[in-house]
Nanobody, 125 residues
Framework: QVQLVESGGGLVQAGGSLRLSCAAS????????MGWFRQVPEKEREFVAA????????EYADSVKGRFTISRVNAKNTVYLQMNNLNAEDTAVYYC????WGGGSWYEERTYDYWGRGTQVTVSS
């Protein structure tokens, strides 16, 4: 099993920045890909960004490209999401997710095997 704990959410003004953290523990060696998703009430969870524990590949949703950056520190088993130039549409609960080796599309939540409980990000306009 893998446990994921998010932190770093909060209230920020439009145009501001936040950095989310996701600390992974347990059998992290079984995971290959780490992703961030977000969800607002009455809507499906949507992909934000993803990266692998190894290599340099990263993927972003079009809505966050150029504003968000996903990164990792393997020694800490931690993945980060740096969010800049935030706007009201970024308000959501942000979830960290992990995908086992051999997983499928990075963009689909059904392909992820482990999830954190989420952290609220609220952007005031």
């Amino acid at each position: 099993q893998v446990q994921l704990v998010e932190s770093g959410g909060g209230l920020v003004q439009a145009g501001g920045s936040l950095r989310l953290s996701c600390a992974a523990s347990g059998h992290t060696f079984s995971t290959a890909t780490m992703g961030w998703f977000r969800q607002v009430p009455e809507k499906e969870r949507e992909f934000v960004a993803a990266t692998r524990w190894t290599g340099s590949r990263t993927e972003y949703a079009d809505s966050v490209k150029g504003r968000f950056t996903i990164s990792r520190v393997n020694a800490k088993n931690t993945v980060y999401l740096q969010m800049n130039n935030l706007n009201a549409e970024d308000t959501a609960v942000y979830y960290c997710a992990a995908q086992d080796w051999g997983g499928g599309s990075w963009y689909e939540e059904r392909t992820y095997d482990y999830w954190g409980r989420g952290t609220q990000v609220t952007v005031s306009s």
